[in-house]
């Protein structure tokens, strides 16, 4: 088992920043992150940040300039820098990762962005 717990959610005012961390712990072997989901009240669960199979990283068109994502698998985190938040970009955000084709997620963390 692998266990992920998000942290660094909170409440910030248009136009800030916030930066998400993600740890995983536990059955850590040949675990790998993939990437940031965010869900919205009343929404579905939508990609926000991935990593590739490459490598390389893929980012919603929403946020595309304005969040980075980052991995650090030595230290197995990962996080999501944003920037420029919107009042939209308020939700409940989870990281993901897969171990032997296993989806793996965090309990979520809150963002919440004023206007």
């Known amino acids: 088992q692998v266990q992920l717990v998000e942290s660094g959610g909170g409440l910030v005012q248009a136009g800030g920043s916030l930066r998400l961390s993600c740890t995983a712990s536990?059955?850590?072997?040949?675990?790998?992150?993939m990437g940031w989901y965010r869900q919205a009240p009343g929404e579905q669960r939508e990609l926000v940040a991935t990593?590739?199979?490459?490598?390389?990283?893929n980012y919603a068109d929403s946020v595309k300039g304005r969040f980075t994502i980052s991995r650090d698998n030595a230290k197995k985190t990962m996080h999501l820098q944003m920037n420029s938040l919107k009042p939209e970009d308020t939700a409940v955000y989870y990281c993901?990762?897969?171990?032997?084709?296993?989806?793996?997620w965090g309990q979520g963390t809150q963002v919440v962005v004023s206007s």
């Open positions: 993901n990762g897969l171990k032997f084709g296993y989806n793996y």
């Open positions: 536990g059955s850590i072997f040949s675990f790998n992150f």
């Open positions: 990593f590739t199979s490459i490598g390389s990283t």
